[in-house]
């Protein structure tokens, strides 16, 4: 059923103070970023390009067909509509996506690292992993090509060199979990520079994949059994997450293995490397609590 004039009006002002939050958070910058929101099964509603996220105005929203024709509003819609376009296409469950550029999280997308550890549970139990969609240049077909290869089995995403991007059943939920996913990048940034995260086991990832029924927590897609994810297609069908065997023990500790003075922030022993006087690591470690503030 197709909302009315005053429930449009509603979702209107909810882009709004979506937007306002995001460029307060300093997940966008400038004209950074688009949110939409879907309608019904043939509209959408979505933010207008060339516009500051954080001084937009109800009347500024487009809607659109989902072909990407433009219904109502003065201004066009957002450069990055195909992609918004294929997420609804691919997830007919999906009500809202959010596409933003929070600075952690981007920086673990420059670095090409994901966030597919099993570190915390709150994030396990509502998004589950946080893979990379391939680099894409934006605003042209290949961004949705790269979003289509995970967003059946994701609710949220880095875009390498790009950004992140997360759906859910409401405007608010895939905000949230944008949200979700810049909380973890920061505590895994200060996890690897003080070394390195406990891992969650692997016995109580499924333990938590059991709960997540009990909580009320849909997921698009489980946790991967063998580690293969890929369907005939090539599109992930099931999550990764990196959990080692716990051996009756529910947190792993995997320690960096660097000697003293060096920063891993990839996790991957050996992979990536920093050397850093003491001095210099403790003036990280600070910014980034206090940045956590």
């Known amino acids: 059923m197709s909302p009315d004039r005053q429930a449009i009006d ?19 910058a400038s004209n950074d970023g688009n949110i939409s929101v879907r309608l019904d099964d ?11 996220k954080g001084f937009m105005t ?23 509509m195909l992609m918004h376009l294929e997420v609804y296409r691919q997830r007919p469950d999906a009500m809202a996506v959010v596409h933003a550029h929070p600075p952690t999280a981007t920086g673990f997308a420059v670095a090409g690292i994901p966030l597919d550890k099993a570190v915390l549970a709150e994030v396990l139990t509502t998004l ?10 934006p605003s042209t077909a290949e ?10 089995a994701h609710d949220g995403m880095l875009l390498a060199n790009h950004g992140a991007l997360t759906v859910g059943a409401d405007l608010f939920s895939a905000y949230y979990k944008m949200e979700t996913i810049e909380h973890f990048a920061r505590i895994s940034l200060v996890a690897r520079q003080l070394g390195g995260e406990n891992l969650l086991a692997r016995e109580e990832v499924q333990r938590l994949q059991q709960l997540r029924g009990t909580y009320g927590i849909a997921s698009p897609a489980p946790i991967c059994a063998d580690g293969v994810s890929d369907g005939p297609d090539g599109a992930a069908m099931c999550q990764v997450v990196q ?7 529910r947190l792993v500790p995997v320690p960096s293995g660097l ?20 001095r210099e690591l403790s003036a990280l470690i600070e910014d980034a609590i206090r940045s956590l503030g």
């Open 259 to 278: 000697p003293p003075g060096r920063l891993d922030l990839s996790g991957d022993l050996g992979d990536r490397e920093i050397r850093l006087t003491y």
């Open 10 to 28: 509603a979702l209107r002002a909810d882009i709004v103070e979506v937007g306002r939050r995001m460029y307060a958070r300093g997940y966008t």
């Open 243 to 249: 959990s080692p065997a716990g051996g009756g023990q």
């Open 128 to 137: 589950g992993s946080i893979p990379i969609a391939e680099y894409a240049t």
């Open 58 to 80: 109800p009347a500024m929203m487009c809607i659109t067909d989902l072909d990407g024709r433009k219904l109502e509003g003065e201004r066009d819609p957002s450069s990055e």
């Open 42 to 52: 043939h509209r959408l509603l979505m933010t207008p390009k060339s516009v500051c």
């Open 143 to 152: 961004l949705p090509a790269a979003v289509r290869k995970y967003i059946k």
